[in-house]
Structure formats: structure tokens, C-alpha cells
């Protein structure tokens, strides 16, 4: 039985609890103090609930990181310290340079989940014969923007039909969208970086999905790809597919 640590007790943990796969267990939750006395509830002694990763005194099998850039800019460097494995969901964090250096020089393994979008295999095929343009595009409902940055750029309440919000760089978008934006850094790690991915932002009333759209050229030719997914009903903000890709992860592990 192999067991992962799990950073984060949100929306997208839940996500991942309910479908662990078999030969895979929990055995450590790193959440706030606050969610302690639910995860003891939910699991009694079979799950240890920490503050941080650093009070584990085993070696987890898999860390996989389900809660924020904060967490991965807070723990990722300590975690791969260790010689653990990291898997990260919220890859936005590594729009800071300094921080993907830090990580990536850590020691440990450090695996980026392909989240929310496809085709990341082809576009890093892509790349190793030259990338010339990547864009990478996202539309999301009203509800999946609130609480963003956003609402300082346009009045999601007055919107009535899909209209592009936010254009600029992926290292821009997942600056100031860190709960939305991740996929850009996705995109953006994959192929042609986080300056020279174009990204583009919308915001559509029309839809209930979470549409994104990549279009890459270069010396190979050329892809375009639209992926329409449903968010997770507990949370706008996240696609049902970003959670499925932390548990392919675990999949992989239970047959590694």
C-alpha cells in the first residue's frame, strides 16, 4: 500500500479523497489548525492531520500539493529538501522565478500535473523542434471569476455576453489570477515559457464550463485544441479535470 501526504483539505482534496484509487491510502493531511478536528472526524486514526509537512517523521510515498500557490511557495522547497516527491497542481506558483529555480534545485522529484488542460505531451513534442507562437485562452462564467482580480477589471454583474477581460503573458496571468490561472502556467512550462505564452482571459454568462483553448505553431506545423470541462460543483473556480489529474497521479503511483 503505497501512502501520500495531501496538502490541502479544500474542494479539490475532497475531490481526490473520493476517488483515491485502490492500493493508495492517506495518511497524512497538511491543513490549518481549523480543519483538524474534521479531518480526525472524517478519518479518526488513520489519517495524522499537520500544520505542515515538516511534522511527518516518515516518508510519504507522494506529496500531493491540492490547496494553493501560497502552500507550494510555503512548503515546496522544504518538502523536495527532504528528497520527497512533489506533485503540484498549482503550478501558477512557479510565475515567480526565483521560487522555480528554488524548487527545481531542491533535490527530491518535482512532477507538474497537466491540470485542467490536454495536450501538454504534444506541446512539449512540439517544442523539441521548435516553438514559434504559443496562446493559450480560457472562458469561464461570471461565478467562476468572483473573488478574482477580475472584478477590478470589469463588472462581472453587467456582463451579457462572452467578452475577453484580461490579455498578456502566462507569468502576468498567474500573477494576478492565482486560483484561475494555472493552466497558463501549465501551458506556459510546457512550451514556450511564462513571458512569451500570450494568454487571454474571458468572461462568458452564457456558459456553465470552463472552456480552454490552445493554439500552438512552430516548425512542425500547427495545433489547436478546446477543451470544455465542468468545474467542480463545490468550487467555480476549479475544473473537474484538474482534480482527476491529482488522482491519475495517485493511479500511477499505486502501479509504479
Not at 473520493?18 to 483538524?36: K, M, N, Q
Not at 479531518?39 to 479518526?44: E, N, P, V
Not at 500557490?69 to 512533489?86: D, K, M, N, P, S
Amino acid at each position: 500500500m503505497k501512502k501520500i501526504m495531501l496538502i490541502g483539505f479544500g474542494a479539490m482534496a475532497q475531490a481526490v479523497i473520493e476517488r483515491l484509487p485502490a492500493g493508495v491510502a492517506i495518511g497524512w493531511i497538511v491543513a490549518r489548525e481549523s480543519h483538524h478536528a474534521e479531518i480526525r472526524a472524517q478519518f479518526g486514526d488513520a489519517v495524522k492531520a499537520l500544520t505542515s509537512p515538516m511534522d511527518c517523521t516518515q516518508t510519504p510515498d507522494l506529496v500531493l500539493e491540492c490547496a494553493s500557490q501560497q502552500a507550494v511557495a510555503q512548503f515546496g522547497e522544504a518538502i523536495l529538501g527532504r528528497g520527497w516527491h512533489l506533485a503540484v497542481i498549482s503550478t501558477g506558483a512557479l510565475a515567480d522565478s526565483a521560487l522555480e529555480q528554488c524548487l527545481q534545485g531542491a533535490g527530491g522529484k518535482l512532477t507538474l500535473l497537466s491540470g485542467a488542460v490536454a495536450g501538454i505531451d504534444g506541446l512539449a513534442a512540439a517544442k523539441e523542434g521548435g516553438l514559434e507562437r504559443v496562446t493559450y485562452q480560457s472562458r469561464k462564467s461570471p461565478a467562476s471569476w468572483r473573488g478574482s482580480y477580475a472584478e477590478q477589471l470589469i463588472d462581472l454583474n453587467a456582463v451579457s455576453e462572452a467578452q475577453v477581460f484580461f490579455e498578456g503573458s502566462a507569468r502576468e496571468a498567474a500573477r494576478l489570477f492565482p486560483a484561475n490561472a494555472n493552466v497558463a502556467a501549465t501551458v506556459a512550462l510546457g512550451g514556450v515559457g511564462m513571458d512569451e505564452t500570450r494568454v487571454q482571459l474571458m468572461v462568458d454568462p452564457l456558459t456553465r464550463r470552463n472552456t480552454h483553448t490552445l493554439h500552438v505553431e512552430g516548425l512542425f506545423g500547427e495545433f489547436h485544441l478546446e477543451l470544455s470541462g465542468l468545474p467542480l460543483a463545490s468550487n467555480p473556480k476549479t475544473s473537474t479535470l484538474a482534480a482527476l489529474s491529482a488522482v491519475r497521479a495517485c493511479r500511477e503511483l499505486a502501479l509504479s
